[in-house]
């Protein structure tokens, strides 16, 4: 099962009350917020966008080897937004499916304006099209819940 989780380091910054939050196998996304919520959602968003940015590129999408050093100090576990998340799994099994926008678009029953619509990282597409996307891929996505970390 493939998530979007990767391990991220909290630091102060310059500003009281301001913590920098940078992602080691994620070096391009780097942001910071006012307190640690804000730090939080600031970072979730960052690594998202990035993530998104890497697959439109064509780049493949790091993998997540601080997760290895989970004992490490200071680094904490960040997960894109659900949304996000589906949108990055459509579109890794889109790339690794080979078949063109149009077969995509036969096998969900869709105009092929709106399969391009769903394939692009910048257009919000609504769960239910991510979903039968995946299907129509061969894969289906799965939602967990796991308790908060304190913030």
Do not use: W
């Not at 307190?35 to 968003?45: C, I, K, L, N, Y």
């Not at 709106?114 to 910048?122: A, S």
């Not at 257009?123 to 908060?148: D, Q």
Request: net charge positive.
């Amino acid at each position: 099962m493939r998530s979007y989780v990767y391990r991220a380091l909290f630091e102060p910054g310059d500003r009281r009350r301001n913590i920098v939050v940078s992602f080691p196998d994620v070096p391009e996304a780097i942001t910071q917020g006012l307190g640690q919520a804000d730090a939080r959602a600031m970072a979730e968003e960052a690594l998202g966008l990035v993530l998104l940015d890497c697959l439109e590129r064509g780049k493949p999408l790091p993998k997540a080897r601080a997760k290895v050093r989970a004992n490490a100090r200071g680094l904490v576990d960040i997960a894109v937004a659900p949304d996000v998340a589906a949108k990055l799994a459509v579109l890794e099994a889109f790339a690794a499916a080979r078949i063109s926008k149009s077969e995509l678009a036969r096998r969900i029953g869709k105009d092929e304006k709106e399969v391009r619509r769903i394939l692009d990282p910048r257009h919000p597409t609504k769960l239910p099209a991510l979903t039968a996307a995946l299907r129509a891929l061969g894969k289906r996505l799965v939602v967990g819940v796991m308790e908060a970390e304190a913030a």
